[in-house]
């Protein structure tokens, strides 16, 4: 009984509410048929599948959310996102997070100036200030610059980025990207914990 009421205080105190990465890995082994092969490609339009180690996982998880509802437009990852339960996603965003990149605290000086309003959120060095800003550091320059095009298109809906990104030209934008991704610490494709072969003898 004493036991159990501190085992429940101590659950209390450290959040068991919290995400369950190891859940996360469990159920997001397909993701990773993308999400887990460096360099690998969106077919067309042809652009990188984006890096997810080092995110914040409560971006991440606002993502899935909005490609699941609809404030994001692309199909394959709506297919993914449609299954998953809110709980579902908070699991596998903690997974795919990682260690999230801290802020360096250091200003590098070559910030286009293009990327000067964009600093305040996304970091002078692309680590985000804030866990529902995504960090930029290291990311695919050419994911970056799909992303920054959807915002302006409207194929992505969150009306702040709408604003920042509606008066970049595209000379902006390839100059914001190049920038942002070779910045570090730098996010990272995750890697791939298990082949298929590797699956399947976990389930034998
Ligand atoms: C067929 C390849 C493919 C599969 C499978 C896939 N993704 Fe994606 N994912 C993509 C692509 C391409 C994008 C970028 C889409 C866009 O342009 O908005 C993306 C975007 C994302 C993003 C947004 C990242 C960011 O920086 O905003 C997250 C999070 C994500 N995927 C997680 C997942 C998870 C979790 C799964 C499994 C449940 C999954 N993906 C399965 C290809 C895939
Ligand atoms: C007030 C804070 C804020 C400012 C300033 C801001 N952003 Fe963002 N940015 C966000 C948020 C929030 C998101 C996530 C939006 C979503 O869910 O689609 C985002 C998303 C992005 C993404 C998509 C990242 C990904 O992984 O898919 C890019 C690229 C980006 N911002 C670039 C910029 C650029 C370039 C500027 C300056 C011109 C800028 N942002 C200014 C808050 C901000």
New binding site residues.
């Given amino acids: 009984m004493q036991v159990a009421v501190t085992a429940a205080l101590l659950l209390c105190a450290t959040g068991a509410s919290a995400a369950d990465a190891a859940h996360g890995k469990r159920i ?1 082994y ?2 990773l ?3 887990g092969i460096d360099g ?1 490609k ?1 077919a067309y339009p042809s ?1 990188s ?2 890096k ?1 180690e080092g ?1 914040h996982p409560e ?2 998880g606002a ?2 959310t909005g ?1 699941r509802d609809g404030d ?3 199909l ?2 709506h297919s ?2 449609s299954i ?1 339960s809110d709980a579902d996603i908070a699991d ?2 903690a997974y ?1 997070a990682g260690k999230p990149l801290a802020p360096t605290g250091r200003a590098p000086a070559g910030v286009p100036k293009a990327a000067a309003l964009c600093t305040s959120c996304h970091g002078a060095d692309g680590v985000a200030v804030a866990p529902l800003y ?1 960090s930029l550091a290291g ?1 695919h320059e050419d ?1 970056l610059v ?2 920054l095009e ?1 915002y302006q298109r409207g ?2 809906k969150n009306p702040i980025m709408k604003q920042f990104a509606a008066n970049l030209s595209a000379d902006d934008i390839d100059t914001i990207a190049a920038y942002y991704a070779h910045q570090s610490p730098a996010l990272k494709t995750e890697e791939r914990p298990y082949t298929i072969l590797g699956l399947a003898s976990e389930h034998r």
Wanted: with cysteine; proline share 5%; glycine share 6%.
């Fill in positions: 997001s397909t993701c048929g993308c999400h690998y969106n652009y599948v984006p997810l995110q971006y991440l993502a899935l490609y994001r437009a692309h394959t990852m993914q996102a998953l596998i965003a795919f995504p990311q994911y799909r992303a959807e194929g992505r």
